[in-house]
Nanobody, 127 residues
Framework: QVQLVESGGGLVQAGGSLTLSCAPS????????MGWFRQAPGKEREVVAATRWSSGDTYSADFVKGRFTIFSDDAKDTVYLQMNSLKPEDTADYYC????????????????????WGQGTQVTVSS
């Protein structure tokens, strides 16, 4: 079992920045990948960014490239999502997710590929 707790959401003006944090606990030594997803009202959950825990490989969705960065600390205690140049369309609930099973070097990018989820943190970007 892995528990995920997100923090760092809030209200910010367009052009501003926020940093989301996700601290996994439990069987963290078995984590294969971590991802950040978001879901806006009436829309499907979509991947924002993901990272393979052992290699540090990362993936970012096209709509956040150059603006958002996923990274973890050296101890692999926390995964972050640094969000810069925020836009009103970034408004959503943001979720942290963990995949436990190896995936032959592939970096999972779909919600169904992840095993554990945090409770979500709300990000609201005002225009």
């Amino acid at each position: 079992q892995v528990q995920l707790v997100e923090s760092g959401g809030g209200l910010v003006q367009a052009g501003g920045s926020l940093t989301l944090s996700c601290a996994p606990s439990g069987r963290t030594f078995s984590v294969y990948a971590m991802g950040w997803f978001r879901q806006a009202p009436g829309k499907e959950r979509e991947v924002v960014a993901a990272t393979r825990w052992s290699s540090g490989d990362t993936y970012s969705a096209d709509f956040v490239k150059g603006r958002f960065t996923i990274f973890s600390d050296d101890a692999k205690d926390t995964v972050y999502l640094q969000m810069n140049s925020l836009k009103p369309e970034d408004t959503a609930d943001y979720y942290c997710a963990a995949r436990m099973r190896s995936y032959n070097g592939y970096l999972p990018r779909w919600a169904y590929e992840y095993d554990y989820w945090g409770q979500g943190t709300q990000v609201t970007v005002s225009s």
